[in-house]
């Protein structure tokens, strides 16, 4: 019944390593996001796909790369990990992409790069 | 792009007084304003949200008022209980260009309720 739905939920890793964290919304959405909170609690779009097409892409760095199979999935990956990667990222969802639109977000992937 | 400024960082307040959090914007482009409450452990969650053209809304316990000319908003919980304890985030999204649909957020505030 989740709405968003994201795993892992916890993920504790070496650096140098690569991961995936997966999405899936099931409210019928046709735009989905990532979001980093950082250890300050900050929240920060890192990209987000309306029906599969990349729409936002802030300045993260080339190791990671969203992939959308199609509208109800974003997963995010993540190559040569480093501890400043460290952090919550989130997955949402919306209707649309315009202000205005309601932003759902999933629980979260906490990710311990150590 | 859109700055986002809140205070306080941290808020305590006895059960049944009332918390105001206050926000600014830079763009006023912006003309969606929604807060979001995260507990711990967990993703943020809708509680209200205001539009440009709309200078107060309530909901229940919870109210939102914006200043356009300002450019800030500000959310009112009255009656405050042990469960409003989380950390409350203001968002701007702007409507324009490359940042529509972007949410950018405050920095959150700790709303402690003590019993």
């Known amino acids: 019944d989740t709405a968003v739905s994201q795993t892992p939920k916890y993920l504790v890793t070496q650096m140098g390593n690569d991961k995936s964290i997966k999405c899936e919304q099931n409210?019928?959405?046709?735009?989905m996001y990532w979001y980093k909170q950082d250890s300050k609690k900050f929240l920060k779009i890192m990209f987000s796909y309306n029906n599969k097409e990349l729409i936002i892409n802030e300045t993260v760095p080339n190791r990671f790369s969203p992939k959308s199979p199609d509208k109800a999935h974003l997963n995010l990956h993540i190559n040569s990990l480093e501890l400043g990667d460290s952090a919550v990222y989130f997955c949402?969802?919306?209707?649309?992409?315009?202000?205005?639109?309601?932003?759902?977000f999933g629980e979260g992937s906490w990710l311990t790069v150590v | 792009g859109e700055n986002v400024e809140q205070h306080p960082s941290t808020l305590s307040v006895q059960e049944g007084d009332s918390a105001v959090i206050k926000c600014t914007y830079s763009d006023s482009a912006s003309n969606y304003f929604p807060w979001y409450k995260q507990e711990l452990g967990k993703g943020p969650q809708l509680i209200i949200d205001i539009r440009s053209n709309v200078g107060e809304k309530k909901d229940q316990r919870i109210a939102v008022t914006l200043n356009k000319t300002a450019k800030h908003f500000s959310l009112h919980i009255t009656e405050t209980q042990p469960e409003d304890s989380a950390v409350y985030f203001c968002a701007a999204s702007p409507n324009r260009g490359s940042t529509l649909g972007r949410l950018y957020f405050g920095r959150g505030t700790q709303l402690t309720v003590w019993p």
């Open positions: 949402a969802s919306s209707q649309d992409r315009g202000p205005g639109n309601t932003i759902y």
């Open positions: 409210l019928g959405h046709d735009t």
